[in-house]
């Protein structure tokens, strides 16, 4: 592959984006370099993680300075970061790293350890495919922005609530929970297809952009498997975490259902009616199917689900910072199911249901349990 030859640090070169991602690994190394507060396995992965972001760090210099290719560079890089990624998360979830005779946990650095590697993994990946830097610069300006669709999804979530509510409270001066959990999915559904219209009519797409059609014979084969392939990484990504041991956090919804399981009969039928429709109007047919004029396919997916993972951090956010991380990894294990329903069947029926249907098994256990 011919490199293009430009400014040393000019947007257009392909030197900024090794350069960068020496700065990110080395943060990630400096975040991992807390002393451990314990001994044996659980240090060593956190050693191990500082040994992985050193290597990053290391790849990236030499593509920087010339003496190794941009391919094997971005291989190791992204690689490095992977392993000291996952292990910092580890050990955060864990609560393994903090100064000495400071208590037993510093958050901070950790946490900007794992951003700081997930940070450099991307850059390495972008190495190892080509990318150059304008190039990484565009996609991640269009990421950014699709971001900020989805998080303007939510929040108008939120405030369709609020106004569905106020008459509501008019008339009704109170209402129970479960009337509360009514308003909520009615506010989610106005609000999340109103950002969808919005997008829609400030990025000049047509209605025809919304994939939605009635279900062919091989669609509903790709529903069927893939509420089966849902399952089977649910199960799998929990096994894993079992046994490393790592803790996951309760959804919000799962506690409020402990309390008032009566709840769940109207989450049931709304999780195929609203939550799965509208969460992937916005996170697939808008947000993934955007990302397809800079990204390939699988990296569409895979860009897509970490932002629909990363939305969901309020849906933990009673929980400590490393539980959040790793039920959030198990969102983005879903999330790329999902994304991959899109893709392989451009309808966005196929991931709606899948989804709806998912979460309507997941509720109706729920309140098995509780009721």
Not at 158 to 175: D, E, K, M, R, S
């Amino acid at each position: 592959m011919t490199e293009r030859v430009e400014s040393a640090g000019g947007v257009g070169s392909d030197r900024v984006v090794p350069a960068v991602g020496t700065v990110l690994a080395g943060l990630a190394l400096v975040g991992l370099l807390s002393p451990v507060t314990r001994s044996g396995v659980d240090a060593l992965a956190v050693f191990a993680a500082a040994g992985l972001a050193a290597a990053a760090v290391g790849a990236f210099v030499l593509r920087r300075h010339g003496a190794i290719g941009k391919r094997p560079a971005g291989i190791v890089a992204a690689a490095a970061s992977l392993g000291a990624l996952l292990l910092a998360g580890y050990a955060l979830n864990r609560g393994l790293v903090g100064p000495v005779g400071f208590g037993p946990v510093s958050v901070p650095t950790v946490v900007v350890a794992v951003l700081a590697a997930g940070g450099a993994l991307a850059l390495g990946v972008a190495e190892a495919v080509g990318l150059g830097d304008r190039e990484v610069l565009t996609r991640t300006r269009l990421a950014m922005g699709l971001g900020v669709v989805g998080a303007v999804g939510l929040l108008a979530a939120y405030a369709a609530t609020f106004v569905v509510a106020v008459p509501a409270i008019v008339v009704l001066g109170t209402f129970s929970q479960t009337e509360e959990i009514v308003l909520s999915q009615l506010g989610m559904a106005v609000g999340t297809g109103a950002v969808a219209v919005a997008y829609l009519r400030l990025t000049d797409r047509p209605l025809s952009f919304l994939d939605v059609r009635v279900p062919s014979l091989r669609d509903v084969g790709w529903t069927v498997g893939g509420l089966v392939a849902l399952v089977a990484v649910l199960l799998a990504i929990s096994a894993l975490m079992s046994v490393v041991g790592a803790e996951q956090s309760t959804h919000s919804t799962a506690e409020a259902a402990a309390e008032n399981p009566e709840i769940l009969l109207v989450l049931i039928p709304a999780a195929v009616l609203v939550i799965g429709p509208f969460e992937e109007l916005l996170y697939r047919n808008v947000i993934q199917k955007s990302l397809y004029g800079e990204f390939s396919r699988a990296g569409s997916v895979v860009v897509g689900s970490v932002l629909f993972a990363v939305v969901h951090v309020i849906s933990y956010n009673t929980a400590t910072v490393g539980a959040v991380i790793a039920s959030l990894a198990v969102v983005f294990g879903l999330s790329i199911v999902l994304g991959a329903l899109y893709e392989r069947t451009e309808n966005l029926v196929v991931p709606a249901l899948v989804h709806g249907l998912y979460n309507a098994i997941v509720f109706a256990n729920l309140y098995v349990t509780y009721a």
